[in-house]
Each structure stands twice: as structure tokens, then as C-alpha cells.
């Protein structure tokens, strides 16, 4: 019963790296979010992508940020070039393909990502 | 900013006690959704209620919404120390799909 997978877990990356977070939906799900986390904040929305599409990326960074959902295999969440300022939780959630409005989103146990 | 904003921002109290979370938004809502996050880990929901309802049970659960006032408010009766953890309340934008979080509540429940 696999539930949203992100990996990793944890990802640490010196300055001036890149970083790549994975998330691979619930099973029948098409639809994939993706949150920032501060400490002691709250979720903070960054792009809604469904397969080969990004739907809304209003809350995604200008520079350096990319997401894609491929028609297969998990979906990307790119950071180039990272500072310290992206040390964050990043949290996944999908939600099924015939989603309408009033349907909760499950989430994935996030990827921890710590900037040296 | 954000569109949510919880009160209090954190929450002691005693095995058996009830635990009230308040949460205020500004935008017109298709729903308002509670979610729960232990340390470490990612969100786990638990309950949903629409712009056109004004309460809602699960379990030790009960939701209210106050579309008037914009606000909500989680209830979790009898409370454990399996309880403790943080709860963030989300509205989905109407006419969207986006969640927008608020800032959260830290329970402590002791022994």
C-alpha cells in the first residue's frame, strides 16, 4: 500500500550545487503538488503539475527552481545553484486523476535538504 | 502572506483535556481541511469540511466553519499524548486547486 514516495529523505549539497527531489505519486494518481517548509512555518505552495504539464507554478521562485511531472517515472523538483536560503523541507502531495474540487491531498514524508 | 493563520501557536495541556485550534483566512474557499504533522514526518489529513457546511465530526474530531467571519476551528476531545504534534489548517482556493497553509498550532499533550 505505497503511499507518496519521495526520495531522498534527507539531501545535503554544498553552494553553487545542484539539487534533485523525487516524488512518485500514489498509485492512480496523476496530479502532484509540491510545498516548502521553514522551520516552525507552515507549508508554503510552489507548482501543481499533472503528467507533462505544469498547471500553476505561481508560487515557485523565478530563478534557479524547475519542476516536471514525464509521462513516466517520478516527478522532478530541480533547484540549481543552491544557497543557503533553500536549507528547507520539501513536501510532495498527489491527489487522484478525476479529481474535482473537495478532495484531500496525500502528502509524502518530505526531503530534508541542508546547504553546507 | 499567508492565508491562514492559526491560533494559538502552541497548546499545553493534560491527557483527558479538550484542545481548541482556531484558524482565520481571507479568500473565498472550497474547503477548509485539517492536517496534522508529527516531527519529522509529512502531513497526514485529517478531515475536510466544504464552504457550504458548518460543522463536522470524526471520531474526537469536530470542525466548524464560519464562511461569515472566515474562520474555523478544530476541536479534538479526550485528548492522548499520541496526540501531540502540530495542526495546520488549509483552504483550497476556489475555483483552484491550490492549498494554501496556515502557520499552525504545536500541541503538547502530557501524560
Known amino acids: 500500500n505505497a503511499g507518496v514516495m519521495q526520495n531522498p529523505r534527507h539531501l545535503v549539497r554544498r553552494r553553487g550545487q545542484e539539487a534533485r527531489l523525487r516524488c512518485s505519486p500514489m498509485?492512480?494518481?496523476?496530479?502532484v503538488y509540491w510545498y516548502r517548509q521553514l522551520p516552525e512555518e507552515g507549508l508554503k505552495f510552489m507548482v501543481y503539475l499533472q503528467k507533462e504539464n505544469i498547471i500553476d507554478e505561481s508560487g515557485m521562485p523565478k530563478e534557479r527552481f524547475s519542476a516536471e511531472f514525464p509521462k513516466e517515472g517520478p516527478s522532478i523538483l530541480r533547484i540549481q545553484q543552491v544557497v543557503r536560503g533553500d536549507s528547507a523541507a520539501y513536501f510532495c502531495?498527489?491527489?487522484?486523476?478525476?479529481?474535482?474540487?473537495?478532495?484531500?491531498?496525500?502528502f509524502g514524508d518530505g526531503t530534508r535538504l541542508s546547504i553546507l | 502572506s499567508q492565508q491562514g493563520e492559526e491560533d494559538p501557536q502552541a497548546l499545553s495541556i493534560q491527557e483527558g483535556e479538550n484542545a481548541t485550534m482556531n484558524c482565520s483566512y481571507k479568500?473565498?474557499?472550497?474547503?477548509l481541511q485539517w492536517y496534522r504533522q508529527n516531527s519529522g514526518r509529512g502531513l497526514v489529513h485529517l478531515i475536510l469540511?466544504?464552504?457550504?457546511?458548518r460543522e463536522k465530526h470524526s471520531g474526537r474530531l469536530r470542525v466548524t466553519l464560519d464562511t461569515s467571519k472566515k474562520s474555523s476551528s478544530l476541536l479534538i476531545t479526550a485528548s492522548r499524548a499520541a496526540d501531540t504534534a502540530s495542526y495546520f489548517c488549509?483552504?483550497?482556493?476556489?475555483?483552484?486547486?491550490?492549498?494554501?497553509f496556515g502557520t499552525g498550532t504545536r500541541l503538547q499533550v502530557f501524560p
Open positions: 502531495a498527489s491527489s487522484p486523476a478525476t479529481r474535482g474540487y473537495n478532495q484531500p491531498q496525500h
Open positions: 488549509a483552504t483550497e482556493v476556489s475555483n483552484t486547486d491550490k492549498l494554501i
Open positions: 498509485k492512480g494518481h496523476s496530479h
Open positions: 479568500t473565498s474557499i472550497n474547503n
Open positions: 469540511i466544504r464552504s457550504n457546511e
